[in-house]
T-cell receptor, first 113, second 111 residues
Framework: DTAVSQTPKYLVTQMGNDKSIKCEQNLGHDTMYWYKQDSKKFLKIMFSYNNKELIINETVPNRFSPKSPDKAHLNLHINSLELGDSAVYFC????????????FGEGSRLTVL | EDQVTQSPEALRLQEGESSSLNCSYTVSGLRGLFWYRQDPGKGPEFLFTLYSAGEEKEKERLKATLTKKESFLHITAPKPEDSATYLCAVQRGDSWGKFQFGAGTQVVVTP
């Protein structure tokens, strides 16, 4: 049983489109995250939710909107996609925000043409 | 601003050839330093947490150490299955849930 699962794994779309990535964790964790990994492999935090409450909102264009319907799910919706949005997006979860033991999903590779 | 710098960027080792990876950090009030392993096409997998200078953690052929300015990940007698990208991350004491990652060191171990 996959601990942190995200869908889709691959996403190819045109500039200007809107797309969503979904994430679910079955670990019973309270905190979930979205990270972006660019072509240089840097992982940068975008958002974090604790028990459905937004606790981290980094400097991310407001075209990116996270939604957490419950503490086991965190989705990412992206409006008006741009070429620079191409990256791998990772969902992660942790027991609480204080520990660094993050459990990552396998990533969603977004390619914007 | 917090900084995490990993070196070298890439490392090619023969099986059994021990080596060390470096993670230098500049952070105000370190809460913890973390090591992850990332295989191609996969998400990072947690390895270790270090909280204070002098602390060491071991797991199989991997040993992580921490000083006030850097951390080392020692790989002893590596095997091909140790090939991966190793990522270092730090968390500030006042930064709840925010982890700053380095760019990683890509390790290739050849038989």
């Amino acid at each position: 049983d996959t601990a942190v699962s995200q869908t889709p794994k691959y996403l190819v779309t045109q500039m200007g489109n809107d797309k969503s990535i979904k994430c679910e964790q079955n670990l019973g964790h309270d905190t979930m995250y979205w990270y972006k990994q660019d072509s240089k492999k840097f992982l940068k935090i975008m958002f974090s939710y604790n028990n459905k409450e937004l606790i981290i909102n980094e400097t991310v264009p407001n075209r990116f909107s996270p939604k957490s319907p419950d503490k086991a799910h965190l989705n990412l919706h992206i409006n008006s996609l741009e070429l620079g949005d191409s990256a791998v997006y990772f969902c992660a979860s942790s027991q609480d925000s204080g520990t660094g033991e993050l459990f990552f999903g396998e990533g969603s590779r977004l390619t914007v043409l | 601003e917090d900084q995490v710098t990993q070196s070298p960027e890439a490392l090619r080792l023969q099986e059994g050839e021990s080596s060390s990876l470096n993670c230098s950090y500049t952070v105000s009030g370190l809460r913890g330093l973390f090591w992850y392993r990332q295989d191609p096409g996969k998400g990072p997998e947690f390895l270790f947490t270090l909280y204070s200078a002098g602390e060491e953690k071991e797991k199989e052929r991997l040993k992580a150490t921490l000083t006030k300015k850097e951390s080392f990940l020692h790989i002893t007698a590596p095997k091909p299955e140790d090939s991966a990208t190793y990522l270092c991350a730090v968390q500030r004491g006042d930064s709840w849930g925010k982890f700053q990652f380095g760019a990683g060191t890509q390790v290739v171990v050849t038989p």
